[in-house]
Protein backbone atom coordinates (compact mmCIF):
# COMPACT_ATOMS: atom_id res chain seq x y z
CA UNK A 1 0.00 0.00 0.00
CA UNK A 2 1.38 3.30 -1.35
CA UNK A 3 1.45 6.06 0.97
CA UNK A 4 4.13 8.48 0.54
CA UNK A 5 2.35 9.69 -2.18
CA UNK A 6 0.63 12.89 -1.81
CA UNK A 7 -3.14 12.58 -2.35
CA UNK A 8 -5.88 15.57 -3.58
CA UNK A 9 -10.02 15.23 -3.74
CA UNK A 10 -12.89 17.30 -3.32
CA UNK A 11 -14.56 16.95 -0.26
CA UNK A 12 -17.43 18.79 -1.01
CA UNK A 13 -20.31 17.53 -3.54
CA UNK A 14 -19.11 18.41 -7.19
CA UNK A 15 -21.98 21.28 -8.80
CA UNK A 16 -22.23 24.82 -7.56
CA UNK A 17 -22.16 25.49 -4.19
CA UNK A 18 -21.49 28.74 -2.38
CA UNK A 19 -18.38 27.01 -1.37
CA UNK A 20 -16.46 23.74 -2.23
CA UNK A 21 -13.62 22.17 0.04
CA UNK A 22 -10.27 21.04 -1.85
CA UNK A 23 -8.42 18.37 0.49
CA UNK A 24 -5.11 17.28 0.00
CA UNK A 25 -3.04 15.05 2.12
CA UNK A 26 0.62 13.70 2.86
CA UNK A 27 4.03 14.72 3.52
CA UNK A 28 4.03 17.38 0.36
CA UNK A 29 0.57 18.99 0.69
CA UNK A 30 1.98 22.38 2.20
CA UNK A 31 4.50 22.30 -0.73
CA UNK A 32 2.08 21.45 -3.10
CA UNK A 33 -0.23 23.67 -1.87
CA UNK A 34 2.31 26.59 -2.07
CA UNK A 35 3.42 26.62 -5.15
CA UNK A 36 0.13 28.55 -6.19
CA UNK A 37 -1.28 30.17 -3.39
CA UNK A 38 -0.39 33.50 -2.88
CA UNK A 39 -0.89 35.01 1.12
CA UNK A 40 -2.66 38.23 1.58
CA UNK A 41 -0.17 39.42 3.96
CA UNK A 42 2.98 37.72 2.12
CA UNK A 43 2.89 34.62 4.78
CA UNK A 44 5.23 31.67 3.85
CA UNK A 45 2.92 28.53 4.45
CA UNK A 46 5.64 26.01 4.51
CA UNK A 47 7.21 27.35 8.04
CA UNK A 48 3.80 27.38 9.50
CA UNK A 49 2.49 25.71 12.57
CA UNK A 50 -0.90 23.06 12.78
CA UNK A 51 -4.10 24.27 12.97
CA UNK A 52 -3.76 27.95 10.79
CA UNK A 53 -6.11 29.42 8.49
CA UNK A 54 -4.80 31.69 5.35
CA UNK A 55 -6.55 34.20 3.49
CA UNK A 56 -5.21 34.87 0.05
CA UNK A 57 -5.05 34.02 -4.00
CA UNK A 58 -5.00 30.53 -5.57
CA UNK A 59 -3.10 31.45 -8.79
CA UNK A 60 -2.14 29.64 -12.23
CA UNK A 61 0.83 31.91 -12.59
CA UNK A 62 -0.11 35.25 -13.13
CA UNK A 63 -3.80 34.40 -13.46
CA UNK A 64 -6.22 34.40 -10.37
CA UNK A 65 -8.67 31.56 -10.01
CA UNK A 66 -10.20 32.77 -6.54
CA UNK A 67 -9.92 33.81 -3.32
CA UNK A 68 -9.38 31.04 -1.07
CA UNK A 69 -9.09 30.32 2.89
CA UNK A 70 -6.09 27.81 2.82
CA UNK A 71 -5.63 25.59 6.94
CA UNK A 72 -3.01 23.95 7.27
CA UNK A 73 -3.33 20.81 9.80
CA UNK A 74 -0.07 19.36 10.24
CA UNK A 75 0.59 15.28 11.06
CA UNK A 76 -0.31 13.35 13.27
CA UNK A 77 -2.67 16.13 14.57
CA UNK A 78 -5.33 15.89 10.99
CA UNK A 79 -7.70 13.69 9.89
CA UNK A 80 -5.29 11.28 8.11
CA UNK A 81 -2.53 11.48 10.54
CA UNK A 82 -0.45 12.90 7.41
CA UNK A 83 0.16 16.65 6.94
CA UNK A 84 -3.00 18.12 5.62
CA UNK A 85 -4.43 21.12 3.54
CA UNK A 86 -7.41 22.10 3.39
CA UNK A 87 -8.38 25.06 0.41
CA UNK A 88 -11.77 26.44 0.85
CA UNK A 89 -13.04 27.99 -2.68
CA UNK A 90 -16.21 29.36 -4.33
CA UNK A 91 -18.04 26.47 -5.56
CA UNK A 92 -18.65 26.84 -9.06
CA UNK A 93 -17.65 23.80 -10.90
CA UNK A 94 -15.41 25.35 -13.03
CA UNK A 95 -13.52 27.07 -9.96
CA UNK A 96 -13.51 23.35 -8.05
CA UNK A 97 -11.98 21.50 -11.39
CA UNK A 98 -9.02 24.37 -12.05
CA UNK A 99 -7.84 24.04 -8.47
CA UNK A 100 -7.63 20.19 -8.49
CA UNK A 101 -5.80 19.98 -11.98
CA UNK A 102 -3.53 22.66 -10.76
CA UNK A 103 -2.49 20.31 -7.55
CA UNK A 104 -2.53 17.32 -9.53
CA UNK A 105 0.09 19.61 -11.86
CA UNK A 106 1.79 20.73 -8.67
CA UNK A 107 2.71 17.27 -7.65
CA UNK A 108 -1.11 15.73 -6.02
CA UNK A 109 -2.18 12.52 -7.42
CA UNK A 110 -6.18 12.06 -7.55
CA UNK A 111 -7.65 9.99 -4.61
CA UNK A 112 -9.02 6.90 -4.92
CA UNK A 113 -12.17 6.26 -3.35
CA UNK A 114 -12.16 6.29 0.78
CA UNK A 115 -7.73 6.64 0.50
CA UNK A 116 -8.21 9.95 2.79
CA UNK A 117 -10.29 7.55 5.47
CA UNK A 118 -8.16 4.60 4.63
CA UNK A 119 -4.61 6.65 6.11
CA UNK A 120 -6.46 8.14 9.00
CA UNK A 121 -6.61 3.72 9.59
CA UNK A 122 -3.63 2.89 8.55
CA UNK A 123 -2.03 5.69 10.27
CA UNK A 124 -3.81 4.63 13.92
CA UNK A 125 -6.10 7.01 13.91
CA UNK A 126 -9.40 4.84 13.93
CA UNK A 127 -9.69 1.23 13.77
CA UNK A 128 -11.60 -0.41 11.30
CA UNK A 129 -15.32 -0.17 12.32
CA UNK A 130 -14.65 3.71 12.88
CA UNK A 131 -13.39 4.21 9.80
CA UNK A 132 -16.52 1.95 8.34
CA UNK A 133 -18.71 4.11 10.57
CA UNK A 134 -17.61 7.46 8.78
CA UNK A 135 -19.69 6.16 5.55
CA UNK A 136 -22.69 5.23 7.20
CA UNK A 137 -22.16 8.72 8.68
CA UNK A 138 -22.34 10.16 5.68
CA UNK A 139 -25.28 8.16 3.88
CA UNK A 140 -27.33 8.41 7.15
CA UNK A 141 -30.62 9.90 6.58
CA UNK A 142 -32.56 9.22 9.80
CA UNK A 143 -31.92 9.81 13.28
CA UNK A 144 -31.31 6.23 14.25
CA UNK A 145 -29.38 5.72 11.47
CA UNK A 146 -27.16 8.74 12.50
CA UNK A 147 -27.19 7.80 16.16
CA UNK A 148 -26.13 3.74 15.21
CA UNK A 149 -22.93 5.73 13.15
CA UNK A 150 -22.02 7.86 15.33
CA UNK A 151 -22.28 5.03 18.30
CA UNK A 152 -20.07 3.22 16.50
CA UNK A 153 -17.63 6.15 15.95
CA UNK A 154 -17.03 6.65 19.06
CA UNK A 155 -15.87 3.31 19.77
CA UNK A 156 -19.05 0.93 19.39
CA UNK A 157 -18.49 -2.58 20.11
CA UNK A 158 -14.82 -2.68 19.00
CA UNK A 159 -13.30 -2.23 22.31
CA UNK A 160 -15.34 -5.11 23.83
CA UNK A 161 -14.48 -7.59 20.35
CA UNK A 162 -11.30 -6.86 20.99
CA UNK A 163 -11.12 -7.59 24.78
CA UNK A 164 -12.96 -10.55 24.45
CA UNK A 165 -10.04 -11.61 21.70
CA UNK A 166 -7.09 -10.47 23.75
CA UNK A 167 -8.80 -13.31 26.41
CA UNK A 168 -9.01 -15.86 23.82
CA UNK A 169 -5.10 -15.20 22.76
CA UNK A 170 -4.35 -15.74 25.91
CA UNK A 171 -5.76 -19.45 25.91
CA UNK A 172 -4.96 -19.92 22.85
CA UNK A 173 -1.34 -19.44 24.11
CA UNK A 174 -1.80 -21.60 27.14
CA UNK A 175 -3.07 -24.44 25.43
CA UNK A 176 -0.10 -23.61 22.82
CA UNK A 177 2.20 -24.09 26.03
CA UNK A 178 0.45 -27.21 27.22
CA UNK A 179 1.52 -28.88 23.48
CA UNK A 180 5.29 -28.00 23.99
CA UNK A 181 4.97 -29.98 27.87
CA UNK A 182 2.79 -32.40 26.09
CA UNK A 183 4.70 -35.38 27.51
CA UNK A 184 4.37 -33.85 30.64
CA UNK A 185 1.03 -33.70 30.66
CA UNK A 186 0.36 -30.58 32.36
CA UNK A 187 -2.44 -28.02 31.72
CA UNK A 188 -1.58 -24.74 31.97
CA UNK A 189 -5.30 -23.53 30.66
CA UNK A 190 -7.57 -23.87 33.50
CA UNK A 191 -10.14 -26.11 31.71
CA UNK A 192 -13.32 -24.51 34.28
CA UNK A 193 -12.21 -20.75 33.58
CA UNK A 194 -11.35 -21.33 29.67
CA UNK A 195 -15.18 -23.24 29.62
CA UNK A 196 -16.84 -20.43 31.11
CA UNK A 197 -14.63 -17.69 28.91
CA UNK A 198 -16.21 -19.55 25.60
CA UNK A 199 -19.92 -19.64 26.96
CA UNK A 200 -19.74 -15.51 27.47
CA UNK A 201 -18.08 -14.89 24.61
CA UNK A 202 -20.76 -17.19 22.74
CA UNK A 203 -23.40 -15.20 24.72
CA UNK A 204 -21.95 -11.83 23.37
CA UNK A 205 -21.24 -12.77 19.82
CA UNK A 206 -24.81 -14.14 19.42
CA UNK A 207 -26.23 -10.94 21.03
CA UNK A 208 -24.25 -8.95 18.40
CA UNK A 209 -25.12 -11.30 15.46
CA UNK A 210 -29.13 -11.25 16.56
CA UNK A 211 -29.14 -7.50 16.69
CA UNK A 212 -28.16 -7.01 12.80
CA UNK A 213 -31.88 -8.13 12.11
CA UNK A 214 -32.65 -5.34 13.74
CA UNK A 215 -29.71 -2.65 12.74
CA UNK A 216 -29.56 -3.42 9.11
CA UNK A 217 -33.33 -2.39 9.09
CA UNK A 218 -32.71 1.13 10.68
CA UNK A 219 -29.45 1.28 8.51
CA UNK A 220 -31.29 0.95 5.28
CA UNK A 221 -35.36 1.99 6.22
CA UNK A 222 -37.53 -0.55 7.54
CA UNK A 223 -39.28 -2.11 4.98
CA UNK A 224 -43.30 -2.78 5.26
CA UNK A 225 -45.24 -4.07 2.75
CA UNK A 226 -48.71 -3.35 2.28
CA UNK A 227 -51.13 -6.39 1.22
CA UNK A 228 -54.34 -7.29 1.00
CA UNK A 229 -57.19 -8.26 -1.65
CA UNK A 230 -58.12 -5.91 -4.54
CA UNK A 231 -59.76 -2.23 -3.99
CA UNK A 232 -58.97 -2.82 0.21
CA UNK A 233 -57.68 0.85 0.35
CA UNK A 234 -53.79 -0.60 0.14
CA UNK A 235 -52.70 2.77 -1.98
CA UNK A 236 -55.31 5.30 -0.22
CA UNK A 237 -53.33 3.90 3.05
CA UNK A 238 -49.87 4.73 1.54
CA UNK A 239 -51.30 8.12 0.22
CA UNK A 240 -52.44 8.58 3.90
CA UNK A 241 -49.17 7.46 5.34
CA UNK A 242 -46.96 10.11 3.33
CA UNK A 243 -49.92 12.84 3.43
CA UNK A 244 -49.43 12.79 -0.34
CA UNK A 245 -51.48 11.78 -3.82
CA UNK A 246 -48.29 9.21 -4.74
CA UNK A 247 -50.42 6.34 -5.80
CA UNK A 248 -53.46 5.78 -7.84
CA UNK A 249 -56.57 5.43 -5.95
CA UNK A 250 -59.91 3.93 -7.88
CA UNK A 251 -62.88 1.93 -7.75
CA UNK A 252 -61.83 -0.85 -10.12
CA UNK A 253 -60.40 -3.28 -8.92
CA UNK A 254 -56.47 -4.56 -9.65
CA UNK A 255 -55.83 -0.14 -10.00
CA UNK A 256 -52.67 -1.23 -8.96
CA UNK A 257 -50.16 -3.46 -10.93
CA UNK A 258 -46.51 -2.64 -9.98
CA UNK A 259 -45.07 -1.98 -6.47
CA UNK A 260 -45.37 1.62 -5.29
CA UNK A 261 -42.50 2.47 -2.89
CA UNK A 262 -41.54 5.55 -1.05
CA UNK A 263 -39.35 6.46 2.43
CA UNK A 264 -41.51 7.97 5.64
CA UNK A 265 -39.78 8.82 8.93
CA UNK A 266 -41.35 8.38 12.31
CA UNK A 267 -39.75 9.12 15.25
CA UNK A 268 -36.36 9.40 13.46
CA UNK A 269 -36.94 5.60 12.11
CA UNK A 270 -37.02 5.43 8.41
CA UNK A 271 -39.98 3.53 7.23
CA UNK A 272 -39.67 2.34 3.60
CA UNK A 273 -43.46 1.87 2.46
CA UNK A 274 -44.22 -0.89 -0.31
CA UNK A 275 -48.13 -0.75 -1.71
CA UNK A 276 -48.15 -3.58 -4.01
CA UNK A 277 -50.84 -5.09 -6.51
CA UNK A 278 -53.85 -6.46 -4.79
CA UNK A 279 -53.54 -10.40 -4.23
CA UNK A 280 -56.29 -12.10 -6.01
CA UNK A 281 -56.20 -15.05 -9.01
CA UNK A 282 -56.52 -13.30 -11.89
CA UNK A 283 -56.13 -14.04 -15.50
CA UNK A 284 -54.81 -10.98 -16.63
CA UNK A 285 -51.22 -11.39 -17.30
CA UNK A 286 -49.97 -7.79 -16.35
CA UNK A 287 -51.33 -8.18 -13.39
CA UNK A 288 -50.44 -11.91 -12.19
CA UNK A 289 -47.07 -10.36 -12.45
CA UNK A 290 -48.13 -7.46 -9.95
CA UNK A 291 -49.35 -10.19 -7.40
CA UNK A 292 -46.31 -12.52 -8.13
CA UNK A 293 -44.29 -9.48 -7.15
CA UNK A 294 -46.49 -8.89 -4.19
CA UNK A 295 -45.71 -12.30 -2.70
CA UNK A 296 -42.10 -11.52 -3.23
CA UNK A 297 -41.96 -8.26 -1.40
CA UNK A 298 -44.12 -10.00 1.62
CA UNK A 299 -40.80 -12.41 2.08
CA UNK A 300 -38.85 -9.28 1.94
CA UNK A 301 -40.56 -7.22 4.45
CA UNK A 302 -40.14 -6.79 7.75
CA UNK A 303 -43.53 -6.08 8.67
CA UNK A 304 -46.42 -6.76 6.89
CA UNK A 305 -49.80 -3.94 7.00
CA UNK A 306 -52.66 -6.48 6.08
CA UNK A 307 -55.56 -4.18 5.49
CA UNK A 308 -59.23 -5.73 4.36
CA UNK A 309 -62.42 -3.65 3.62
CA UNK A 310 -64.89 -4.30 6.86
CA UNK A 311 -67.44 -4.42 4.38
CA UNK A 312 -66.12 -7.24 2.22
CA UNK A 313 -68.97 -9.18 1.89
CA UNK A 314 -66.26 -12.29 0.59
CA UNK A 315 -65.01 -12.92 4.43
CA UNK A 316 -63.86 -16.22 3.42
CA UNK A 317 -61.27 -14.80 0.89
CA UNK A 318 -59.80 -12.56 3.33
CA UNK A 319 -59.65 -15.51 5.87
CA UNK A 320 -58.00 -17.43 3.15
CA UNK A 321 -55.17 -14.69 2.52
CA UNK A 322 -54.42 -14.34 6.23
CA UNK A 323 -53.75 -17.60 6.59
CA UNK A 324 -50.82 -17.88 3.44
CA UNK A 325 -49.42 -14.46 4.82
CA UNK A 326 -49.09 -15.70 8.86
CA UNK A 327 -47.21 -18.39 7.23
CA UNK A 328 -44.60 -16.10 6.40
CA UNK A 329 -43.56 -15.44 9.73
CA UNK A 330 -43.56 -11.90 9.86
CA UNK A 331 -44.67 -8.91 12.05
CA UNK A 332 -48.46 -8.76 11.11
CA UNK A 333 -50.54 -5.14 11.95
CA UNK A 334 -53.66 -5.46 11.04
CA UNK A 335 -56.20 -2.98 9.59
CA UNK A 336 -59.75 -2.93 9.04
CA UNK A 337 -60.39 0.11 5.89
CA UNK A 338 -63.74 1.49 5.67
CA UNK A 339 -64.88 2.21 9.09
CA UNK A 340 -66.42 5.16 7.59
CA UNK A 341 -69.03 3.35 5.67
CA UNK A 342 -69.22 0.33 8.49
CA UNK A 343 -72.71 -0.56 9.50
CA UNK A 344 -71.72 -2.19 12.88
CA UNK A 345 -73.40 -4.76 12.24
CA UNK A 346 -70.14 -7.02 10.46
CA UNK A 347 -68.81 -9.73 12.16
CA UNK A 348 -65.29 -9.96 10.59
CA UNK A 349 -62.95 -8.88 13.23
CA UNK A 350 -64.56 -11.32 15.29
CA UNK A 351 -63.93 -13.78 12.89
CA UNK A 352 -60.00 -13.16 12.35
CA UNK A 353 -60.43 -13.46 16.09
CA UNK A 354 -61.22 -16.66 16.52
CA UNK A 355 -58.68 -18.09 13.90
CA UNK A 356 -55.77 -16.16 14.28
CA UNK A 357 -55.12 -15.55 18.24
CA UNK A 358 -51.98 -14.98 18.14
CA UNK A 359 -52.58 -11.59 16.08
CA UNK A 360 -53.01 -8.62 17.38
CA UNK A 361 -56.42 -6.90 17.23
CA UNK A 362 -57.04 -5.28 14.08
CA UNK A 363 -56.57 -1.46 13.88
CA UNK A 364 -60.33 -0.06 13.43
CA UNK A 365 -59.72 2.54 10.46
CA UNK A 366 -60.83 4.92 7.39
CA UNK A 367 -57.92 5.90 4.84
CA UNK A 368 -60.38 8.23 3.29
CA UNK A 369 -60.86 9.86 6.78
CA UNK A 370 -57.58 9.45 7.86
CA UNK A 371 -58.71 7.74 10.98
CA UNK A 372 -56.24 5.79 13.02
CA UNK A 373 -53.17 7.07 10.79
CA UNK A 374 -51.36 8.17 14.01
CA UNK A 375 -51.60 5.43 15.62
CA UNK A 376 -50.89 3.37 13.41
CA UNK A 377 -47.93 4.74 13.06
CA UNK A 378 -47.07 4.46 16.45
CA UNK A 379 -47.63 1.18 15.95
CA UNK A 380 -45.38 0.89 13.44
CA UNK A 381 -42.92 2.70 15.56
CA UNK A 382 -43.66 0.44 18.80
CA UNK A 383 -42.78 -3.02 16.45
CA UNK A 384 -39.89 -2.02 14.98
CA UNK A 385 -38.75 -1.47 19.05
CA UNK A 386 -39.73 -4.42 20.09
CA UNK A 387 -37.56 -6.14 17.10
CA UNK A 388 -34.93 -4.42 18.41
CA UNK A 389 -35.37 -5.06 21.88
CA UNK A 390 -33.08 -3.93 24.91
CA UNK A 391 -29.65 -4.74 23.29
CA UNK A 392 -27.12 -1.85 23.86
CA UNK A 393 -24.83 -2.26 20.84
CA UNK A 394 -26.62 -3.26 17.32
CA UNK A 395 -24.62 -4.10 14.55
CA UNK A 396 -24.93 -2.76 11.35
CA UNK A 397 -22.65 -3.60 9.05
CA UNK A 398 -22.79 -7.02 6.60
CA UNK A 399 -19.05 -7.62 6.71
CA UNK A 400 -19.10 -7.42 10.68
CA UNK A 401 -22.39 -9.97 10.45
CA UNK A 402 -20.50 -12.30 9.08
CA UNK A 403 -17.44 -12.40 10.76
CA UNK A 404 -19.42 -12.57 14.28
CA UNK A 405 -21.13 -15.74 12.58
CA UNK A 406 -17.91 -17.26 11.47
CA UNK A 407 -16.61 -16.14 14.88
CA UNK A 408 -19.70 -18.05 16.36
CA UNK A 409 -19.14 -21.13 14.84
CA UNK A 410 -15.79 -21.21 15.92
CA UNK A 411 -16.35 -21.31 19.48
CA UNK A 412 -19.51 -23.43 19.02
CA UNK A 413 -16.65 -25.81 17.40
CA UNK A 414 -14.55 -24.92 20.46
CA UNK A 415 -16.83 -25.90 23.25
CA UNK A 416 -18.14 -29.14 21.45
CA UNK A 417 -14.34 -30.66 21.32
CA UNK A 418 -13.85 -29.28 25.14
CA UNK A 419 -16.98 -31.69 25.74
CA UNK A 420 -15.30 -34.70 23.96
CA UNK A 421 -12.18 -33.62 25.15
CA UNK A 422 -9.89 -33.85 22.45
CA UNK A 423 -6.67 -33.35 22.17
CA UNK A 424 -5.51 -29.33 22.52
CA UNK A 425 -4.20 -29.05 19.45
CA UNK A 426 -7.47 -30.00 17.63
CA UNK A 427 -8.63 -27.02 19.75
CA UNK A 428 -6.06 -24.70 18.76
CA UNK A 429 -7.04 -25.08 14.93
CA UNK A 430 -11.00 -23.67 16.01
CA UNK A 431 -9.64 -21.04 18.07
CA UNK A 432 -7.14 -19.42 16.02
CA UNK A 433 -9.85 -19.27 13.55
CA UNK A 434 -12.54 -17.79 15.85
CA UNK A 435 -9.12 -15.27 16.85
CA UNK A 436 -8.74 -14.36 13.45
CA UNK A 437 -12.45 -14.02 12.42
CA UNK A 438 -12.66 -11.05 15.46
CA UNK A 439 -9.48 -9.23 14.65
CA UNK A 440 -11.28 -9.00 11.14
CA UNK A 441 -13.99 -6.55 12.78
CA UNK A 442 -11.79 -4.62 13.90
CA UNK A 443 -8.95 -4.49 11.80
CA UNK A 444 -6.57 -6.12 14.08
CA UNK A 445 -6.65 -8.69 10.82
CA UNK A 446 -6.17 -6.39 8.21
CA UNK A 447 -5.54 -8.29 4.94
CA UNK A 448 -5.78 -6.54 2.00
CA UNK A 449 -8.90 -8.07 0.46
CA UNK A 450 -10.73 -7.09 3.76
CA UNK A 451 -9.26 -3.31 2.96
CA UNK A 452 -10.40 -3.32 -0.36
CA UNK A 453 -14.07 -4.67 0.31
CA UNK A 454 -14.67 -1.51 3.41
CA UNK A 455 -12.83 1.50 1.25
CA UNK A 456 -14.70 0.67 -2.10
CA UNK A 457 -17.32 1.87 -1.03
CA UNK A 458 -16.87 4.87 -0.29
CA UNK A 459 -17.29 8.09 -1.94
CA UNK A 460 -13.83 10.06 -3.60
CA UNK A 461 -12.89 12.64 -0.53
CA UNK A 462 -13.48 10.39 2.03
N1 LIG B 1 -65.49 4.72 2.10
C1 LIG B 1 -64.20 4.48 1.98
N2 LIG B 1 -63.67 4.16 0.81
C2 LIG B 1 -62.36 3.93 0.71
C3 LIG B 1 -61.51 4.00 1.86
N3 LIG B 1 -60.24 3.71 1.47
C4 LIG B 1 -60.30 3.47 0.14
N4 LIG B 1 -61.57 3.61 -0.32
C5 LIG B 1 -62.02 3.46 -1.70
O1 LIG B 1 -61.81 2.13 -2.12
C6 LIG B 1 -61.43 2.10 -3.50
C7 LIG B 1 -60.14 1.36 -3.68
O2 LIG B 1 -59.09 2.07 -3.06
P1 LIG B 1 -57.56 1.82 -3.44
O3 LIG B 1 -56.76 2.56 -2.45
O4 LIG B 1 -57.33 2.09 -4.87
O5 LIG B 1 -57.49 0.26 -3.17
P2 LIG B 1 -56.28 -0.74 -3.45
O6 LIG B 1 -56.29 -1.71 -2.32
O7 LIG B 1 -55.03 0.01 -3.69
O8 LIG B 1 -56.75 -1.49 -4.76
P3 LIG B 1 -55.91 -2.19 -5.92
O9 LIG B 1 -54.81 -1.27 -6.29
O10 LIG B 1 -56.89 -2.34 -6.99
O11 LIG B 1 -55.44 -3.49 -5.39
C8 LIG B 1 -61.39 3.56 -3.95
O12 LIG B 1 -62.58 3.88 -4.59
C9 LIG B 1 -61.24 4.32 -2.64
O13 LIG B 1 -61.79 5.63 -2.71
C10 LIG B 1 -62.09 4.36 3.11
O14 LIG B 1 -61.44 4.48 4.15
N5 LIG B 1 -63.43 4.59 3.11
MG1 LIG C 1 -53.81 0.11 -5.26
Not at 293 to 313: C, F, G, H, Q, S
Request: charged share 25%; hydrophobic share 40%; aromatic share 6%.
Amino acid sequence: MQLDNTIVALATPSGTGAIGLIRISGKEALKIASKSFKSHRDIDINKQTSHKTFLGWFKDGERIIDKVLLTVFRGPNSYTGENIVEISCHGSSYILQEILALLIKNGAEPAKPGEFTLRAFLNKKMDLTQAESVADLIASESKASHELAINQMRGGYSKNISDLRGQLIHFASMIALELDFSEEDVEFANRDEFSKLLEEIESQLKDLSDSFAYGSVIKNGVPVAIIGKPNAGKSSLLNALLNEDKAIVSEIEGTTRDSIEDTLIIKGIQFRFIDTAGLRDTKDKIESIGVKRTLENAKKAKILLYIYDVTDKNIKGVLEQLKSIVKLNKKIILIQNKMDIATGGEIISDLIKKEFNKLSTPLPASTNEKISIQELKSLLVETINEIGGDSQTIVTNVRHHNSLNKALKDIQSVKKSMNKNVTGDLISVDLNSAIYSLGEITGEIDSDEVLGNVFQNFCIGK
